[in-house]
């Protein structure tokens, strides 16, 4: 089992390198870790965020663990030299096309939820949302209407077989959690959306044991305040999916607490927190770690067949908040160091 690490910017590395502690203390037989320079610090280094030596350690791994880019001394650089361009260019030079988003409240935490606790203690979720088409990566530009008006148009657009292989991972992942899995879309009006629905409702033939349900995208954001508690699996598009795994997210509670995980075809995938780099904590040993060692957990359970060593990262990252584990953002005072320790302490 190779993986790769790519800490990054920012508090990259401080969580980073709490999470490698907690594979190591896991104590498993061939696990292996490479490292690579990504964003601002591969630019510095090597004057480009995304070098080809990266490329290539991201190309030999079974994992990739990412910490966060960005930098502001980056700012100003071309585009396409900016930190943010490393991740975006490994999402497509390995055709990452599945993101999975879990959203849960550790129940320790139901205080730090933009939502009511009862409301809050009920959330547990994973948005499955298509990265690599929809309006995002339509024919898109800037045109004039015949009176002369400046109109801007991106077109939205899925072909049945990427709908069919997000679709897939979508009832795969209600397999392995509760069975149930709800598609998000907007077919009462777009068409995109009715090809949508239809190829999920094909897709389901294969997969009897699971619960299928649809649900229009207004309505989603909807429910998903009002009774989160309804969902096991959502899948949806890009568009839908960004707006709505952020929303669940931050039901969910501090953006310290969120991994995430992108994968191909293969299950072979990129894990990450969903949080950016915090120039303004950085180095100073006050960003919460947990994302990371939860996205750890999920490589372990997505991309390297080790379940039970799974469970017992989340099991340990319970426990460590039960007995009363908090950083700055949970309204604590451990450190980074500290927070690692506390998890891998249970462990
Ligand atoms: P951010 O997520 O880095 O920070 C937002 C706020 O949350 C900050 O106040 C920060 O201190 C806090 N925060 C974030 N992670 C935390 C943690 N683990 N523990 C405690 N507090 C935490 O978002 P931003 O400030 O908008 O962006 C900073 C840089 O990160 C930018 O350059 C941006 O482009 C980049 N970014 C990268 C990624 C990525 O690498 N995938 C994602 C988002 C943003």
């Not at 995304?50 to 700012?75: K, M, Y």
């Not at 994973?126 to 148009?153: C, H, P, Q, W």
Request: charged share 25%; net charge negative.
């Amino acid at each position: 089992m190779r993986v790769a690490l790519f800490p990054g910017d920012g508090i990259g590395p401080e969580v980073i390198a709490e999470a490698r502690l907690v594979l190591e203390a896991l104590d498993l037989p061939s696990l292996e870790f490479e490292e690579g320079l990504v964003g601002g610090a591969a630019y510095k280094a090597m004057g480009h965020p995304l070098p080809q030596a990266t490329l290539d350690i991201a190309e030999r791994a079974d994992a990739i663990l990412f910490g966060a880019v960005g930098d502001p001394d980056c700012d100003r650089l071309e585009r396409h030299l900016r930190p943010e361009q490393a991740i975006l260019g490994l999402r497509r030079h390995l055709s990452f096309f599945a993101n999975l988003r879990p959203a849960k409240l550790f129940p320790e935490l139901a205080d730090a939820s933009a939502l009511r606790p009862e409301v809050a203690r009920q959330i547990d979720m994973v948005i499955v949302r298509e990265l690599n088409g929809d309006v995002y990566f339509g024919e898109k530009g800037m045109r004039k209407t015949a009176s002369g008006l400046r109109e801007g148009y991106d077109v939205m657009a899925y072909n049945e077989d990427e709908v069919r292989r997000i679709a897939r991972i979508g009832f795969e992942t209600a397999r392995a959690r509760a069975g149930k899995l709800c598609s998000v879309d907007k077919a009462n009006v777009l068409e995109t959306s009715q090809l949508w629905r239809d190829v999920v409702i094909e897709t389901a033939a294969d997969y009897p044991d699971i619960e299928l349900s649809h649900m229009y995208v207004d309505n989603a954001a909807m429910q998903l305040v009002r009774n989160p508690g309804q969902f096991d699996v959502i899948v949806t598009g890009n568009l839908f999916g960004d707006i709505l795994s952020d929303q669940a997210s931050m039901c969910a509670g501090s953006i310290g607490m969120l991994p995430s995980a992108s994968l191909d075809v293969n299950q072979k995938g990129l894990y990450e927190p969903i949080h950016g780099s915090a120039p303004d904590i950085a180095g100073q040993g006050k960003a919460n770690p947990l994302a990371t060692i939860l996205s750890a957990a999920m490589m372990l359970r997505y991309s390297l067949n080790q379940p039970e060593a799974a469970d017992r990262i989340e099991g340990a990252v319970a426990k460590a908040l039960a007995s009363g584990a908090r950083s700055p953002d949970l309204g604590g005072t451990l450190s980074t160091r500290a927070m690692g320790e506390a998890v891998r302490a249970v462990l």
